[in-house]
């Protein structure tokens, strides 16, 4: 089991231009010990921005729930949410 | 044999004072042949230049309409007028016909300095024959390029260049030759490595004010660079694999141009294109990598910027920023191809046409338009094939 929080940022076209390169500078945001316990990834267009029933890009997938319209401020507190999940299991 | 490239540089330095040049340079390829001219007007100015205008024209558009060069030379001698108190033509030309499917050669000068021909750096003399046209002797020279070689155009300015300002006779044919040599010492990548050297000396040797017209050709015969862009996915889905196959047996160099093309060719593989978002820049998307594909990146903002900055550098490579993003990175692999062949996938995401983007990225085929044309323009060979 992976014990790392996965954060996977859409790079796509549409992502990009919605503002996925500004949540790419989300690890320098993280607190040192939170930093540790997230790993972060870009991937190329994951297609959600096809459908409009999921929302608008940018799109991040945390955990593996998907976050549209994603912000630093909502990725963080997503980030957040599911480290202190994992913890808890733990 | 080894399939070659018939790398060809250009540049002319005009007379000090003169507002055109009176010697002209044209070149075309076909399918079967490159055809180069260099045509010295006779003086400077604007008689010179329209001379060699006329001369270069009827001598290209003659060749590309395949008529022989013995009968093209004889036309041109024919029509050219006569210097009556010099008694001679009023402008001279060497001609230079590549055929591409064995790589033979023949170079015909008429009245300017003999070609040079360099095979492994070093100069080696040319087997010229005489003939004689319309009373007139022309000299013939003929045979096959090899990887490496470099043969040499010029007009009579470069071997003046200097007299009587640093030399008493000008630099003169051999020592030209000379410096051609230690052009080559580097293994030039590309004929206008050469070109661009000698011609910086000409202009120099004249003190910046050159005393006639000087101009240049290089010819450098190398590995053709081949290079294959993937971008869009196809109309027809049930036909990617066949694309995909195609596209990862292309030979040369093959790059990858948009997200959703990387994962169709990625899921063929059954592999993941892995992103390094660390390449990443607020107006460039990152690079991706995938076994196989040298280069992968975004699609639509990627392809415009590396557009942009063709524009900007007037596709010289050495002008391009030295930073390495996508868009960079994909402007060098493509100034450094010889022959590109674009497959276009046609397939539009909707959200693309979104009015909340501050610019229209849907047109992907109007980028590959314009991208072509600026292309062509220098000289690459640029097919397109749209699925």
């Known amino acids: 089991m992976n014990t790392k929080v996965q954060v996977q940022i859409c790079v796509g076209t549409a992502c990009h231009i919605m503002g996925a390169a500004d949540l790419i500078t989300i690890e320098d945001l993280l607190a040192e010990p939170l930093r540790e316990r997230v790993e972060i990834k870009g991937v190329t267009c994951i297609g959600l921005c096809k459908d409009e029933v999921h929302g608008k890009p940018p799109f991040v997938i945390i955990e593996g729930q998907m976050l549209a319209e994603a912000t630093l401020d909502k990725v963080l507190r997503r980030i957040e949410m599911c480290v202190e999940r994992l913890a808890d299991r733990r | 044999m080894t399939e070659l490239f018939v790398d060809i540089s250009d540049l002319a330095v005009k007379k000090y004072g003169e507002s055109l040049c009176g010697d002209q340079i044209k070149t075309a390829r076909t399918e079967d042949k490159t055809i180069i001219v260099l045509s010295d007007g006779l003086g400077s100015g604007v008689k010179a230049s329209i001379l060699a205008t006329l001369t270069t024209e009827i001598i290209i558009r003659m060749l590309k309409a395949d008529v022989g060069l013995a009968d093209v030379v004889e036309t041109v001698i024919g029509t050219l007028p006569v210097c009556k108190r010099r008694k001679i033509a009023y402008s001279t030309f060497a001609v230079m016909e590549i055929l591409h499917r064995d790589y033979t050669y023949k170079i015909v000068n008429f009245d300017s300095p003999p070609a040079m021909f360099f095979r492994q750096g070093r100069l080696i003399p040319a087997e010229r024959r005489t003939t004689r046209?319309?009373?007139?002797?022309?000299?013939?020279?003929?045979?096959?390029?090899?990887?490496?070689?470099?043969?040499c155009l010029l007009s009579d300015g470069v071997l003046h260049a200097g007299l009587g300002v640093k030399m008493n006779f000008g630099w003169g044919w051999d020592n030209v030759a000379e410096h051609v040599e230690l052009c080559l010492k580097d293994e030039p990548k590309c004929a206008w490595e050469v070109t661009h050297n000698v011609l910086a000396e000409t202009h120099a040797l004249y003190a910046g004010r050159p005393g006639d017209d000087a101009s240049i050709v290089g010819v450098l015969a190398r590995k053709q660079?081949?290079?294959?862009?993937?971008?869009?996915?196809?109309?027809?889905?049930?036909?990617?694999?066949?694309?995909?196959?195609?596209?990862?047996?292309?030979?040369g160099r093959r790059i990858i141009c948009g997200g959703t093309t990387g994962n169709i060719v990625a899921e063929h593989m059954g592999e993941e294109v892995q992103v390094d978002i660390r390449s990443m820049t607020p107006d460039v998307p990152p690079i991706g990598q995938l076994s196989g594909v040298d280069l992968l990146t975004e699609g639509i903002i990627t392809m415009s910027k590396m557009l942009e900055l063709l524009q900007e550098c007037d596709c010289d490579a050495a002008a391009l920023p030295s930073e390495r993003d996508a868009?960079?990175?994909?402007?060098?692999?493509?100034?450094?191809?010889?022959?590109?062949?674009?497959?276009?996938?046609?397939?539009?995401?909707?959200?693309?046409?979104?009015?909340?983007?501050?610019?229209?990225?849907?047109?992907?085929?109007?980028?590959?338009?314009?991208?072509?044309?600026?292309?062509?323009?220098?000289?690459?060979?640029?097919?397109?094939?749209?699925?």
């Open chain 2, 225 to 251: 660079n081949r290079l294959t862009i993937l971008t869009g996915p196809p109309l027809d889905r049930a036909g990617e694999g066949a694309i995909v196959e195609r596209f990862l047996e292309s030979k």
């Open chain 2, 133 to 151: 046209i319309r009373e007139r002797d022309i000299s013939v020279s003929e045979g096959q390029l090899e990887q490496g070689d470099f043969v």
């Open chain 2, 327 to 387: 868009a960079i990175l994909l402007a060098h692999e493509i100034l450094t191809a010889d022959t590109i062949h674009f497959i276009v996938g046609q397939s539009i995401n909707e959200y693309y046409q979104n009015p909340e983007f501050s610019k229209h990225i849907s047109i992907r085929k109007n980028l590959i338009r314009e991208l072509v044309f600026l292309l062509n323009q220098q000289g690459k060979h640029v097919t397109v094939e749209y699925c």
